[in-house]
């Protein structure tokens, strides 16, 4: 499985970027891609997820209202769209996937994980 993240940068506070991640390898018919983050000095942490086989979306705390996750099947790309970003909201982004159609419960549980982009947020 090659998951590759992109469309990071620097935005300033209460500005928007929209994350890409390119998806491919999979065997599975059904799986659950998210966007986990690690901040400085700070443990990897959820943020968003999609199941591929109904579109179900999850949001942790700090993402609900802020940021909007969807897919492109056809694309096999999975997007993060962050509005109103906040200064510690900065951290590399990563694109993570595990078969199946259910979420992981926390970062550490995806099977799979890219090379991340690196968001920050600054003015």
């Known amino acids: 499985v090659q998951l590759q993240a992109s469309g990071g940068g620097l935005v300033q506070p209460g500005g928007s970027l929209r994350l890409s991640c390119a998806a491919s390898?999979?065997?599975?018919?059904?799986?659950?891609i998210g966007w986990v983050r690690q901040a400085p000095g700070k443990e990897r942490e959820g943020v968003s997820c999609?199941?591929?086989?109904?579109?179900?979306?999850y949001y942790v705390d700090f993402a609900k209202g802020r940021f909007t996750i969807s897919v492109d099947n056809a694309k096999n790309t999975v997007y993060l769209q962050m509005n109103s970003l906040k200064p510690e909201d900065t951290a590399v982004y990563y694109c993570a996937a595990v078969p199946g159609s259910t979420c992981p419960a926390h970062a550490r549980l995806y099977r799979y994980r890219g090379q991340g982009t690196l968001v920050t947020v600054s003015s």
């Open positions: 999609i199941s591929n086989s109904d579109l179900s979306t």
């Open positions: 390898g999979f065997t599975s018919d059904f799986y659950s």
